[in-house]
């Protein structure tokens, strides 16, 4: 069974950018979509960025330009790679996999069937 492992958060000074890590085990990550979630306290769970098992990338609205999505097959990890942060960024961020089209992939949560643990991102001076 898929597993993922989420790191790379931390305490972050405002304008720094940060790469998020998302390691996969117990099946090969190529063949799913990753996406990554995030959720701020006392706020709702929102999609960030995902990619589709081809390289197909999307974004949300809010996430456009700032945040860069990847994924190293071979390496079985995905990134997310995160620029210019600020304090609306500090969440609990969350990556997840959906097995699904090869050159789609979708910001909708109940879609995906495993999910990492989350990794904390606090931007503070």
């Known amino acids: 069974q898929l597993q993922l492992v989420e790191t790379g958060g931390g305490l972050v000074r405002p304008g720094e950018s940060r790469t998020l890590s998302c390691a996969a085990s117990?099946?090969?990550?190529?063949?799913?979509?990753i996406a990554w979630f995030r959720q701020a306290p006392g706020k709702e769970r929102e999609g960030v960025a995902c990619i589709s098992s081809g390289g197909v990338a999307s974004y949300a609205g809010s996430a456009r330009g700032r945040f860069k999505i990847s994924r190293d097959n071979a390496e079985h990890t995905a990134y997310l790679q995160i620029d210019s942060l600020n304090a609306d960024d500090t969440a609990a961020y969350y990556c997840a996999a959906e097995y699904t089209s090869k050159y789609q992939c979708f910001l909708t949560a109940p879609r995906y069937d495993y999910w990492g643990q989350g990794t904390q991102v606090t931007v503070s001076a």
């Open positions: 117990g099946a090969a990550l190529g063949v799913y979509a």
